[in-house]
């Protein structure tokens, strides 16, 4: 998939108001290495708050209070690879968000699909309809329909294929077997294709 519909629209200037991390620190080597790690992430953070909350200013609040527990608890990171580690961070500091707007999503039931081991829709090799109809969107309508799905596939689905994590990186983050992950995985391209679908219908 293009990289087009990837962008939430957040520009790299503004990584010093997002992530205030001298004021909290007082070992200045310590936040250096963990600006040196953990910053080249940001904008992988910032996508993924963007589409679980899908607002942009509690994207840019939810970036920041993960940086600042993740440097809080810097000592205790065990490498090597931060990307998921933050991720996970910020999907918790998004469910405590679900949670103080008592607007938590649904309990999801995972029903296994024979078809989770897919290639991705949009990294699928050959021309198919759908790879076609992929390329008519705009990256506002893919976003959209991203968006609109329940959260467990929309997180599924966004770690997945925007930051092209493993099933056991996702596992990781979300706190669920890799079978749990193939079949939200698999459920949210299906439902992507019938919102495809669907639009496709009334545009006619």
Not at 113 to 119: G, I, P, Q, V
Not at 125 to 133: G, K, S, V, Y
Not at 163 to 169: A, F, G, I, P, T
Request: glycine letters at 2%.
């Amino acid at each position: 998939m293009p990289d087009r519909w990837i962008s939430t629209g957040r520009a790299s200037a503004t990584t010093d108001r997002t992530m205030p991390l001298t004021p909290t620190s007082s070992d200045p080597e310590r936040t250096r290495r963990f600006r040196d790690a953990a910053l080249p992430y940001l904008d992988d953070v910032y996508t993924l708050a963007r589409y679980l909350l899908r607002d942009a200013d509690a994207a840019e609040d939810a970036v920041q209070e993960c940086y600042l527990r993740a440097l809080k608890h810097f000592d205790s990171f065990r490498g090597p690879a931060i990307r998921p580690w933050l991720l996970a961070i910020l999907r918790n500091v998004c469910r405590a968000e679900f949670a103080r707007r008592a607007d938590a999503p649904a309990a999801v039931e995972d029903i296994p699909d024979d078809r989770a081991d897919a290639a991705p829709l949009w990294h699928e090799p050959q021309d198919t309809p759908e790879t076609q109809l992929l390329r008519r969107w705009d990256a506002a309508t893919i976003r959209r329909l991203v968006a609109a799905l329940a959260e467990p596939f929309r997180e599924t689905l966004v770690l997945r294929e925007i930051h092209n994590l493993s099933y056991r990186e996702i596992a990781g983050i979300v706190d669920a077997p890799v079978g749990t992950v193939m079949s939200r995985l698999a459920r949210a391209r299906a439902m992507l294709r019938d919102a495809w679908n669907a639009e496709e219908e009334e545009a006619k």
